[in-house]
């Protein structure tokens, strides 16, 4: 570690991260290096003596630092598994604490707090279960009264509180209506005389279509169609009008009902003790 401390500035925290980054840091400036020393070179076959010596020298110096940056790489890269290693370590005994510190903790809360929560529970299932046996009184008198209505019809039967507030309406079937672009097609009606020559006809026929709306906003034409009537082929076509249609239809849903509170059960708080609800 002496020596990777030497390779960072003063009071860096090396880790394995740094490390990393500074292993790229030295890739990159070697791949830097050996470009500008391929351009050093590149022209050696025309340079005079002077030239050349000095591209020697330089080629030399870039040469030097190359090999620096690749020790320094190197040797990085070799101390990186030991980093890791102990970072590894590190962090194995700091979640090892802190694992000690929670079973701790849940070790206290089960041995004080859940012992106050529990008296907490059993003053309150008390209540709860007063509150149970009265609802309980309720429904047997309301059973008992509807009995004697169904012998003695001398008012309407007695509705439980169930069905009065532990339950919702229902939803009944509708449809929602609203004004729509529709294409109309009007048909003839039944003529009035056999006559061909008069053809007169009663109220006409109507086919309403609901327009589809393009992208513009406008609605998209449909054709005309061709219709055989009593020997003649009419073309029928339509017109875009306002009309009144069925925009959502919305079926029958019963009101949902709560779980009953017959299938409510508290254990006691404490071991040894009776059930707070159902009652022995």
């Given at each position: 570690?002496?020596?990777i401390?030497?390779?960072?500035?003063?009071?860096t925290?090396?880790?394995?991260?740094?490390?990393?980054?500074?292993?790229?840091?030295?890739?990159?400036?070697?791949?830097?290096h050996s470009?500008r020393?391929?351009?050093?070179?590149?022209?050696?076959?025309?340079?005079?003596?002077?030239?050349?010596a000095?591209?020697?020298?330089?080629?030399a110096?870039i040469k030097?630092?190359?090999?620096?940056?690749e020790?320094r790489?190197?040797?990085l890269a070799?101390?990186?598994?030991?980093?890791?290693?102990?970072?590894?370590?590190?962090?194995?005994?700091?979640?090892?604490?802190?694992?000690?510190?929670?079973?701790?903790?849940?070790?206290?809360?089960n041995?004080?707090?859940?012992?106050?929560?529990?008296?907490?529970?059993?003053?309150?299932?008390?209540?709860?279960?007063?509150?149970?046996?009265?609802?309980e009184?309720?429904?047997?008198?309301?059973?008992?009264?509807?009995?004697?209505?169904r012998?003695?019809?001398v008012?309407?039967?007695?509705?439980?509180y169930?069905?009065?507030?532990?339950?919702?309406?229902d939803?009944p079937a509708?449809?929602?209506?609203g004004?729509?672009?529709?294409?109309?097609y009007?048909?003839?009606g039944?003529?009035?005389?056999?006559?061909?020559?008069?053809f007169?006809?009663?109220?006409?026929h109507?086919?309403?279509?609901?327009?589809d709306?393009?992208?513009d906003?406008k609605?998209i034409p449909?054709?005309?169609?061709?219709?055989?009537?009593?020997?003649?082929v009419?073309?029928?076509?339509?017109?875009?009008?306002?009309?009144?249609?069925?925009?959502?239809?919305?079926s029958?849903?019963?009101?949902?009902?709560?779980?009953?509170l017959?299938?409510?059960?508290?254990?006691?708080a404490?071991?040894?003790e009776?059930?707070?609800?159902?009652?022995?």
């Amino acid at each position: 570690m002496n020596i990777i401390s030497k390779l960072f500035a003063p009071k860096t925290a090396i880790t394995s991260a740094t490390i990393r980054a500074e292993i790229e840091r030295a890739e990159t400036e070697i791949t830097a290096h050996s470009a500008r020393l391929e351009g050093v070179l590149a022209g050696i076959a025309v340079m005079n003596d002077s030239q050349h010596a000095q591209a020697e020298v330089d080629a030399a110096a870039i040469k030097r630092a190359i090999a620096r940056l690749e020790a320094r790489a190197n040797h990085l890269a070799a101390e990186l598994p030991n980093v890791i290693a102990a970072e590894e370590a590190t962090a194995k005994v700091a979640a090892d604490e802190a694992l000690r510190q929670r079973a701790e903790a849940a070790r206290r809360a089960n041995t004080k707090e859940a012992g106050q929560l529990l008296a907490e529970y059993a003053l309150h299932a008390a209540r709860v279960s007063e509150v149970l046996a009265k609802l309980e009184a309720l429904d047997v008198e309301t059973t008992a009264v509807n009995a004697a209505l169904r012998s003695n019809p001398v008012a309407e039967t007695v509705l439980g509180y169930d069905a009065i507030h532990r339950r919702s309406s229902d939803r009944p079937a509708g449809e929602r209506r609203g004004m729509r672009k529709c294409w109309v097609y009007r048909c003839p009606g039944s003529p009035r005389d056999t006559d061909k020559a008069t053809f007169q006809y009663e109220a006409p026929h109507e086919v309403v279509r609901q327009a589809d709306i393009g992208r513009d906003g406008k609605a998209i034409p449909v054709p005309a169609v061709q219709h055989e009537y009593y020997g003649r082929v009419l073309t029928i076509i339509p017109t875009l009008e306002d009309r009144e249609v069925v925009i959502e239809r919305v079926s029958f849903r019963p009101g949902r009902s709560e779980a009953p509170l017959s299938s409510v059960q508290l254990p006691p708080a404490f071991s040894g003790e009776d059930y707070v609800w159902p009652r022995e």
